[in-house]
């Protein structure tokens, strides 16, 4: 029997391999957390402290996690001798984060670890075909963001009667 295969096999394949792509690099992120002393959600926010101009409100409101949540990990941070904290000289309201020598040394290992794994996994790649992924990526996923916004669900507002 010689079963013809369908457009569909190529797209499913596709779609496989792109999940299983995003599980191997959830895996690998969850992996250079862990090989650093770190969870992924402390990794995130000590990246973002590193970043000039951190304000836990605004990485809570990027993340849609809640503050409480971001003061947790922010706690976490402090007791592992990562960040540091001190009063903002602009605004004695606010507090600022700095990584500390413990927190630099931290987020350097895993940069290093990073840039061996995208060395030795990406180098075989030609430029030309890593520049096809990229293009190709982008476009799938500028593509999903789109189609997510159209199936989004919509609120009604549902009048109150005069009754």
Do not use: H
């Not at 809570?60 to 941070?77: G, I, M, N, W």
């Not at 402090?78 to 000289?89: C, N, R, W, Y």
Request: charged letters at 35%; aromatic letters at 4%.
């Amino acid at each position: 029997m010689n079963a013809t295969k369908s457009p569909d096999d190529g797209v499913r394949r596709a779609i496989a391999g792109l999940q299983k792509l995003a599980d191997l690099l959830a895996e690998r992120r969850a992996q250079l957390a862990r090989e650093a002393g770190l969870t992924e959600q402390q990794w995130r926010l000590l990246e973002e402290i590193a970043a000039p101009g951190f304000l836990p409100s605004l990485f809570a409101r990027r993340r849609e996690v809640t503050p409480a949540a971001v003061s947790k990990v922010l706690r976490q941070l402090l007791d592992k001798d990562l960040v540091a904290v001190s009063i903002s000289e602009r605004d004695a309201r606010q507090r600022e984060y700095t990584p500390t020598a413990r927190g630099r040394k931290a987020l350097a290992r895993i940069e290093a670890a990073r840039r061996d794994a995208v060395q030795t996994i990406w180098s075989a790649l030609s430029p030309r075909d890593t520049t096809k992924f990229a293009e190709l990526a982008e476009e799938l996923a500028e593509r999903l963001e789109r189609y997510a916004r159209t199936r989004r669900p919509r609120t009604r507002v549902i009048a109150a009667s005069s009754a």
